[in-house]
């Protein structure tokens, strides 16, 4: 049995900041074989932000070395990629039933609020599962 797990940009960020290996974290979180996806628009995101001069931009240059851990899924539209990443990812969630990682708290809401699991970050360390696998 396996899960497919999308991850968002924060989250792919995640080991630059908080040196967490959240392949290896979320396969021990959901006890099974997983899937990890992302989507164009968050790979754009990463770029965008790794071509800032900061501390986050740095983080994003290797979150997006981690991009090649995910399979890049399509999405149904050509109108859907220029909508924000978030919204994307709201709509193949709920389309596909797909589990998705994110520390965004608004975005957590959003899924929740659709009864979609939500895997996020506690503290600074703990990954944990908010939600019901189907």
């Known amino acids: 049995m396996s899960s497919?797990?999308?991850?968002?940009?924060?989250f792919l960020i995640l080991p630059a900041s908080h040196k967490i290996d959240v392949f290896r974290e979320i396969e021990n979180l959901l006890c099974m074989n997983v899937i990890f996806v992302?989507?164009?628009p968050v790979i754009n995101e990463l770029k965008?932000?790794?071509?800032?001069?900061?501390?986050l931009g740095k983080k994003a240059s290797l979150a997006l070395k981690f991009v090649s851990k995910c399979n890049i899924l399509e999405l149904d539209s050509k109108n859907i990629t220029k909508r924000n990443?978030?919204?994307s990812i709201l709509d193949l969630s709920?389309?596909?039933k797909i589990i998705v990682a994110t520390t965004d708290i608004y975005l957590k809401k959003r899924l929740r609020e659709m009864n979609i699991p939500v895997i996020y970050l506690r503290g600074h360390s703990q990954i944990k599962l908010d939600g019901h696998l189907e």
């Open 4 to 10: 497919t797990v999308l991850l968002d940009s924060n």
């Open 38 to 40: 992302t989507i164009q």
């Open 48 to 55: 965008r932000l790794a071509k800032k001069p900061t501390k």
């Open 85 to 87: 990443a978030d919204d």
């Open 94 to 96: 709920k389309s596909r």
